[in-house]
């Protein structure tokens, strides 16, 4: 009994809690499955940050007890914190771990019997805690997730996730510094900061300090040569974070901004602290100061009384703006929120039509950004493994541009300059054998 497989729903933070949780068991003797219906494990890490997301987490822990009948059932993650009760109703489950005891399960495993009858559940989802869990081992990822930061103060009304993670903690900047040159030692070249609410970094810890300055600290270290942020708050992305951005060095010109609404009144119901205006004003002044810096929004469509107009305010104020990516997430109710109380509800036809139409704009000014890249030479980290169908390798760009390259093996996982020379659906481009070949 020794092989596990997790099967991970959700968001960054999640997925790299799995990659944790699973170089853990490796270093206790664990080995990955090849495929989830021979492990003797499943880990099931599962996500509520919507009604939907809850269903298919569901879904994957009753497909996985099905097809794989006699595998040891963990469930832990968001939805087993805050929905532990349904999950007991599913039959084949052996434990329900939340966030305070995910980083035990290696250790509980060791102490487990694991043939008990699945229907003797373990149930330990109170008393979160924050675990700020860094990276021990090489990871198969060619740019590594470090947590820096879980939980959330917010409480916007749509969200579970301050009942799901608790409040906001962070990782002390020391260990944050250390586990980066970890990182670098191993022989990465970018590292990912995530967190739930990155933005808030740092502001628990005593004595407190803020994202920007963490990032100064890790620019002036050159501990790395890219360190790219997960998503931050409007609100949050300050001045000095985009100068500091724009100065030559480690920080990518790569921001993901949470706008959710364009509109003014659904902002306020939604209980996010800025204005459309401020948003507009935050995307120029990046744009302005970075010209090539990829900006990615969120949107969150169809939130309780967004008229016609208040969508046509949100459409309208992605339209008019150099955002350069689009995520679209429909509206749905989540049980425990504010939001899921309030009336003047979209119906889902509405709904969908509209996610349509951001979608649409999205890729439009995708393709515009990636089409800027023709003819020019860039610098793109090179992934261990090629594209599946083109057999190119698969890079990308310090502002978050997937390229497609051709060139041999030698480059996997290494910074290369490429010229790009067309757009398909990405950008593709030939690495660049001397400084005057392309002259
Ligand atoms: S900032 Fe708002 S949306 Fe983001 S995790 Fe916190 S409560 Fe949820």
Redesign the pocket.
């Known amino acids: 009994m020794n092989k596990f497989a997790i099967i991970t729903l959700g968001c960054k933070v999640n997925q790299y809690e799995s990659e944790v949780i699973a170089e853990s068991l490796k270093a206790a003797g664990w080995i990955p499955a090849h495929d989830k219906e021979a492990a003797d494990l499943c880990i099931i890490n599962t996500c509520t940050v919507t009604q939907k997301a809850s269903m298919q987490s569901r879904q994957a822990i009753r497909q996985i007890i099905r097809s794989n009948p006699g595998a040891y059932i963990i469930v832990t993650g968001c939805y087993a914190q805050t929905e532990a009760d349904e999950i007991r109703k599913i039959s084949g489950v052996h434990d329900i771990i939340g966030h305070a005891d995910k980083h035990k399960i290696p250790d509980m495993i060791k102490n487990s019997n694991l043939n008990k009858p699945a229907s003797n559940i373990k149930h330990q989802t109170s008393n979160i805690k924050h675990q700020t869990s860094s990276i021990k081992h090489q990871t198969s990822r060619t740019r590594p997730f470090l947590k820096i930061q879980d939980g959330?103060n917010?409480?916007?009304t749509y969200?579970i996730?301050?009942y799901a993670r608790g409040r906001s903690r962070s990782m002390p900047l020391e260990d944050v510094l250390e586990n980066i040159r970890r990182v670098r030692a191993a022989g990465y070249h970018e590292i990912v900061l995530t967190g739930?609410?990155l933005g808030c970094y740092g502001l628990d810890l005593s004595p407190e300090i803020s994202l920007s300055e963490l990032l100064h600290r890790i620019h002036d270290s050159e501990a790395i040569e890219r360190l790219r942020l997960s998503s931050i708050?409007p609100h949050e992305l300050t001045d000095d974070i985009i100068e500091l951005a724009a100065k030559p060095g480690n920080i990518c010109p790569h921001f993901h901004i949470?706008l959710q609404s364009g509109d003014d009144l659904i902002l306020e119901r939604m209980h996010r602290p800025y204005t459309s205006a401020y948003f507009r004003e935050l995307v120029m002044n990046i744009r302005e100061k970075i010209p090539h810096a990829s900006v990615g929004a969120d949107t969150l469509i169809g939130f309780p009384g967004e008229s016609e107009a208040a969508f046509e305010n949100t459409r309208s104020l992605i339209q008019d703006l150099p955002v350069t990516y689009l995520h679209v997430f429909p509206f749905s109710p989540r049980k425990g929120t504010l939001a899921s109380t309030y009336p003047d509800k979209i119906p889902s036809k509405v709904i969908k039509e509209r996610c349509r139409k951001m979608r649409e704009i999205g890729n439009v000014k995708k393709q515009e950004f990636y089409r800027e890249l023709i003819g020019k030479t860039v610098e793109v980290l090179i992934e261990g493994k090629r594209d599946g169908s083109s057999g190119l390798l698969k890079g990308l760009t310090p502002n978050y541009i997937p390229v497609l390259v051709r060139g041999g093996d030698d480059l996997k996982s290494t910074i290369a300059e490429v010229r790009v020379e067309e757009v398909k659906e990405r950008p593709i481009a030939s690495y660049r054998l001397s400084a005057d070949e392309y002259s």
């Open positions: 959330c917010a409480f916007c969200c996730v301050p739930i609410h708050e949470p």
